[in-house]
Each structure stands twice: as C-alpha cells, then as structure tokens.
C-alpha cells in the first residue's frame, strides 16, 4: 500500500494535484512546484517581413539572424466600427545563420518563440516601446521576393505548346 494521496484543490475550472505524504512519512512534494520550474512560455505569432533578414555577428563571434514581422489583427469597438491594429515584431533567430537566405521582405512566417517588451528613450528625448520575439522555431508559407521570382522562372520555362508533347 502506498504511503501518498493525491489531493485536488481549485474551484473546479483549474485543479491543482498536490502529492502529499501520511503524517509521519517523506517530505511533502508539490507537483505544481515542479512543473513550474520546467515551465517555458511559448507562443505563436503569424505575420509578413517587412524587411529582409540580416545575419550579424556578437561580439562572441556567435551568428543571429535579425529580422522583424508584422502582424495584423481587427476588431469591432463598442460603436460596431471596425478597428485594424498592426503589431511589429523584431525577430532573433540564433539556430542556423542560413535562414537569412530565405527571409525576404513580404513572406508569411508563423513563428514559435517568447516575446519580451523593450523601452528607450530617443535621441529627441521621447519614450519609445518595442516587442522583440526570440525564435526558436519559422515556418514558412510563401510570398517573399525569391519565391515569387523562382514561380515567375518556373512558369515560364514549362510553356510547351501541345505539339511538342512526346506522345
């Protein structure tokens, strides 16, 4: 027979497991503790380019690519107009170098990583606030200059009229 019970505590929408020990037995041990530690904040974010990425190089001689994103997202306000806000995203990306090549203004990204806000105050003295977007994972969906050009490339060169097919 074991010498723990697991205890739910929460109001019913979030419940937490507490592994607790019989008076008497071994140290009381919190699952939430445990998994918090471990715990990563993730997210997705989805957008176009606005630039073409750029690979600079930190004063450790360790290789980042640069590059930033916007999002669009809309909205109905209280008076059932419609609102369109744009968010900038400036993006690392410190796995491989050779996604620069790839990143090129306009392409659609869905981007995996944590975001973290930034302030400064500008050479005219204003406040200024940014999102940066630390990339640990791109996906690609198409639309950028390279892959509108290798369509165009692509397009052209399978032009066969029908009297040259070889049956």
């Not at 009381?28 to 530690?37: H, Y």
Request: glycine fraction near 8%; aromatic fraction near 6%.
């Amino acid at each position: 027979m074991s010498d723990r019970k697991i205890k739910n505590i929460g109001n019913g929408n979030e419940t937490k497991q507490h592994l607790l020990s019989l008076p008497n037995k071994s140290k009381k041990i919190k699952s939430e503790q445990i998994s918090q530690r471990k715990k990563v904040e993730n997210m997705n974010i989805t957008g176009r380019l606005t630039r073409d990425a750029e690979v600079r190089i930190t004063s450790q001689d360790k290789q980042v690519v640069n590059f930033s994103i916007a999002t669009n997202d809309s909205y109905r306000n209280k008076q059932g107009e419609r609102i369109e806000q744009t968010t900038y995203f400036d993006c690392s990306y410190w796995i491989s170098p050779n996604v620069a090549k790839i990143l090129t203004k306009g392409t659609l990204v869905e981007l995996t990583g944590r975001v973290s806000a930034r302030a400064w105050t500008g050479n005219d003295g204003e406040a200024h606030a940014g999102l940066n977007f630390h990339t640990s994972n791109i996906k690609l969906h198409g639309g950028g200059k390279k892959s509108e050009t290798a369509q165009t490339t692509t397009g052209t060169s399978n032009n066969k009229s029908e009297d040259d097919l070889p049956f």
